[in-house]
T-cell receptor, first 114, second 114 residues
């Protein structure tokens, strides 16, 4: 069975500061990993994904994440936060290709202050 | 592409009434997922279809919930009778093609049962 743990239901940063959102997963097979972002009253939007190959993946809006197998982690980072980054972020894992289902973490709300 | 389309966007109904939520997946996608999002339980997968066939409905809360996918471009989630604890945001997502592992979410239906 798969599972995802996101540390911290809320993370607060100042505009221009580093953003770090933590995600740890468990999976019995090599995982596919995803970060989704949800803005208020909207659906989830794919931010970035890791499937195979390079372990550092870049996504939209300047976000990136690094897959670390030894730590079973897939933390999301952005060097400099912008006010528009305020949203809820979800980490998810699937068992790989095809129509595998996604298992989501509980989400982390990112708050950005001026 | 129009993306995943859901209707209605908001639904307010009284306890005991029947509620039908609708979803049109992205054209060409062959997998469709229904999720429920609440503050308490986060994002939960209710059911998913592949090629219009229900694959796993183990997440459906109880017999009051039913889902159908009569063709590749339309799916419904029905709650009969509805209860206040069904109040949540219901999302539909679809995936398919070479990136069958990527799910694209609709904007959601916010259901309030009074």
């Amino acid at each position: 069975a798969q599972s995802v743990t996101q540390l911290g239901s809320h993370v607060s940063v100042s505009e221009g500061a580093l953003v770090l959102l933590r995600c740890n997963y468990s999976s019995s097979v090599p995982p596919y990993l995803f970060w989704y972002v949800q803005y208020p009253n909207q659906g989830l939007q794919l931010l970035l994904k890791y499937t195979t190959g390079a372990t550092l993946v870049k996504g939209i809006n300047g976000f990136e994440a690094e897959f670390k197998k030894s730590e079973t982690s897939f933390h999301l980072t952005k060097p400099s936060a912008h006010m528009s980054d305020a949203a809820e972020y979800f980490c998810a894992v699937s068992e790989g290709s095809g129509y595998s289902t996604l298992t989501f973490g509980k989400g982390t709300m990112l708050l950005v202050s001026p | 592409d129009a993306g995943v389309i859901q209707s209605p966007r908001h639904e307010v109904t009284e306890m005991g009434q029947e509620v039908t939520l609708r979803c049109k997946p992205i054209s060409g996608h062959n997998s469709l997922f229904w999720y429920r999002q609440t503050m308490m339980r986060g994002l939960e997968l209710l059911i998913y279809f592949n090629n219009n066939v229900p694959i796993d409905d183990s997440g459906m809360p109880e017999d009051r919930f039913s889902a159908k996918m009569p063709n590749a471009s339309f799916s419904t989630l029905k709650i009969q009778p509805s209860e206040p604890r069904d109040s949540a945001v219901y999302f539909c997502a679809s995936s398919g093609g070479d990136r069958g592992y990527e799910q694209y979410f609709g904007p959601g239906t916010r259901l309030t049962v009074t």
